[in-house]
């Protein structure tokens, strides 16, 4: 149904269209030379006018130019970027698993629970000192 209704509205419209050149046609066919002529004249110092103000709106004259600036930036862009940066190790550090399984340990081994007793009465006493 939308079809339909999209048919008949291009219909309409070319119909419209048909008729509007035909009138113009028609009005372009009843004018006198005079007319003509005068219309032809205003229609040549329009198109010279036009042609006088595109000089510099014409893409052809600027796109080179634009396309050095856009190279020119790009290469800054690149050169200046980030500085090289000497990649730099983090500091070695150990875990407390690597601690207690390193060979020298094996005491505090057995000494765990008494280990994690202290860590839970350390944790203890801070959480009763902020509350």
Same mark, same amino acid.
């Given at each position: %149904?939308?079809?339909? *209704?999209?048919d008949? !509205?291009a219909s !309409?419209?070319? *119909?419209?269209?048909?008729?509007?050149h035909?009138l113009?046609?028609?009005?372009?066919?009843?004018?006198?030379?005079?007319? @003509?002529?005068?219309?032809n004249r205003?229609? @040549?110092?329009?198109?010279?006018?036009l042609?006088?103000?595109?000089?510099?709106r014409?893409?052809?004259?600027?796109?080179?130019?634009?396309?050095? !600036?856009?190279?020119?930036v790009?290469?800054v862009v690149?050169?200046?970027?980030?500085?090289?940066?000497?990649e730099?190790?983090?500091?070695?550090t150990?875990?407390?698993?690597?601690?207690?399984?390193? @060979?020298?340990?094996?005491? %505090?081994? @057995?000494d765990l629970e008494?280990?994690?007793?202290?860590?839970?009465?350390a944790?203890?006493d801070?959480?009763?000192?902020?509350g």
């Open positions: %149904m939308n079809e339909r *209704h999209d008949l !509205a !309409a419209e070319q *119909h419209l269209a048909d008729k509007a035909e113009f046609d028609e009005s372009v066919q009843a004018l006198d030379a005079q007319t @003509q002529s005068r219309l205003g229609r @040549q110092r329009a198109l010279a006018e042609d006088s103000r595109a000089g510099f014409t893409p052809s004259k600027w796109v080179p130019a634009a396309g050095v !600036a856009a190279v020119a790009f290469a690149l050169w200046s970027g980030k500085p090289p940066v000497d730099i190790s983090p500091p070695a150990t875990s407390d698993l690597e601690i207690l399984l390193n @060979q020298d340990s094996f005491e %505090m081994l @057995q008494f280990y994690s007793w202290i860590d839970l009465d944790e203890l801070a959480g009763a000192n902020v």
